[in-house]
């Protein structure tokens, strides 16, 4: 009997504890920055929003189809993990496209980070490599 009850409270706390967590659940509804919300619907259309937390100075955002984004407070894009898919096109500045595309072929970004001009890349094939952008021309 006491340790039904000592599991009983452990489960109540536990339950508190994951209730307490800084998730935020967005539907449309504004809790992400209006930027991140917009870039999910232009990149991302026919992803479901599993969650968004705000998480350590960032926002974190999982998608349906096993896509990982982050933003930063004023939603800005920081990075995208598509894990096995590829990176949607539009995203990625023209300039690193070019260079994946012709020194990698038959590969494609599933992958990328950006601080600042300094970009960071994950191949399919696992391969990664960082890239600095010439100029402040990202489209992001």
Known sequence: ????????????????????????NFH?????????????????PNSNILYSKWDDGHYEVK?????????DLNGNWIEIDCHHAPV???II??????????????????????????????LNNGLDFDFTLSNNNDGN
């Open 88 to 90: 949607p096109a539009g």
């Open 63 to 71: 998608l349906s189809g096993n896509v990982e984004l982050e933003f």
């Open 1 to 24: 009997m006491k340790k039904q009850i000592v599991l009983a409270l452990l489960a109540v706390l536990t339950v508190g504890w994951f209730a307490s967590c800084n998730k935020i």
């Open 93 to 122: 500045p023209a300039e690193i496209a070019d260079y994946a595309t012709i020194n990698y072929p038959n590969n494609f970004i599933v992958k990328i980070s950006r601080h600042n001009q300094h970009y960071e890349m994950e």
């Open 28 to 44: 449309g509804n504004g809790e992400l920055p209006q930027k991140s919300q917009q870039f999910i619907n232009q990149y991302f």
